[in-house]
Structures are given as C-alpha cells and as structure tokens.
C-alpha cells in the first residue's frame, strides 16, 4: 500500500555543497627560517630594495628647515636663499650646513658645501662663528675621517674656509683636525690637496700655527721657510 508520500533523490548539487578556495593556499605553518638561510644564496633576493631613513639633514631640507634652495642653471648650479643670509643665525644653522658636508646625495652635497661657504662669507661671520667652534670642530673633524673621498674633500674645503674667516682663533682647536690630515697626505690623490691646505692654514693661522701642524705632521715645511 502506498503511503502516497514520494521522496525525491537529492541532486548532486544538493549534495555537494559548495566553497571557495583561495588561490593560493597558505600552509598550516609557516616553518621559521633557519640562520644558515642568511648564507644560502638560494635564499637571497638581490633585487630586493632596502629604504634606509633619511639622515638628519636630509629630513630637514625637505621640511624646508634650511633657508636655501638648489636651484639649476644650464651651466652652473646655485643657492637661492629664503633670506638674506646675514640675517640667519649661524647658531644653529653653521652647524647643520657642517653636519651636511657628510652627505653623500644631491642635492644635499652641493647645499651643505655652497651653504657653509657663503654663510662665511656674510658681513660679521667671524664674530658669529667663533663662539661655535667647540661644536663645529668635531663635526668637521667627523667629515675629515669620512672614508668617502668626496666627503673628505668637502670637509677639507670647509676647513680652509673656515680658518680664512677667523685666523688664529683655529689654532686652539687644530691638532683635533691634524691626524686625519695627516692619513691622507700619505694618499697620492691627497697629497697635493693636503698640502696646499695646510700652507692656506699657516697662512691664516700665523707663526704660532706652523708648531701646531709639525707636532702632529713632522715633515711640513713651512711656507716662510
């Protein structure tokens, strides 16, 4: 006897129910990598792209925190101040153009030399910038070590022109700077560059300075010798 009541066979779509895969399935775990990986070159990717902070300097030029800009010629590049430049403080900003020659980048390398020199060159810059001395010398000092060449021969620059602007008051401070000088006047490429710089600081410095140099360099000769 039928009950009257039929039951349907469930369809396969009924039956299976359906979910999304991932198009790329991740595993249960990921095993954690193994020290050796950092010598495996299998595991090194050489094109990966490493973003390093800016320095200091560079995060302030571009927060505009330096009155001068770079500004491109066709023939020659050049500064364009915000202000005049004997209306800046050399305190702090002598410093920071001086914690620039560091840099290794345009346009901060040609900002930070061009800055510092004519920043020396304002009305009063030796009254301005001998009060500074005993920050500026180390910072000098840390450019004159610098391994990069360009960084010492900015550093270098920066010295002479330092020295020009305040003279004898350099003295007290020199022997810090002297042993760099001295490394590198044993480098051929130097030795010229060097020399000619430590004569351009008896010049400036006076008689007194010519002692200075030969405790710590020997075989200067000087320049009225």
């Given at each position: ?115 510092f020199k004519e920043l020396l060159m304002v ?103």
């Amino acid at each position: 006897m039928s009950s009257g009541i039929q039951i349907k066979p469930k369809t396969a779509v009924q039956k299976t129910k359906t979910t999304s895969l991932p198009c790329s399935p991740e595993p249960a775990f990921k095993p954690l990598p193994k020290p050796s990986d950092k010598l495996n070159p299998k595991t090194i990717d050489p094109f990966r792209a490493y973003s390093r902070p800016p320095s200091a300097f560079a995060a302030l030029y571009a927060n505009g925190g330096i009155p001068c800009r770079l500004v491109h010629g066709s023939v020659k590049h050049r500064l364009q101040w915000e202000c005049l430049p004997e209306t800046v403080p050399f305190d702090p900003l002598l410093l920071i153009l001086a914690e620039g020659l560091r840099e290794t980048k345009h346009p901060y390398t040609f900002v930070s030399k061009e800055g510092f020199k004519e920043l020396l060159m304002v009305e009063g810059a030796t009254e301005k910038a001998i009060p500074l001395l005993p920050r500026l010398v180390p910072v000098l000092k840390a450019a004159l070590a610098h391994s990069d060449d360009e960084v010492f021969g900015r550093g270098l620059d920066a010295l002479v022109q330092l020295s020009a602007v305040i003279g004898p008051s350099l003295n007290d401070h020199l022997k810090h700077l002297l042993t760099n000088l001295s490394r590198r006047l044993m480098d051929k490429k130097f030795r010229e560059k060097v020399t000619v710089a430590l004569q351009k600081l008896e010049q400036y410095g006076g008689k007194a300075t010519v002692a200075i140099i030969k405790s710590k360099i020997p075989t200067y000769c000087s320049i009225s010798s």
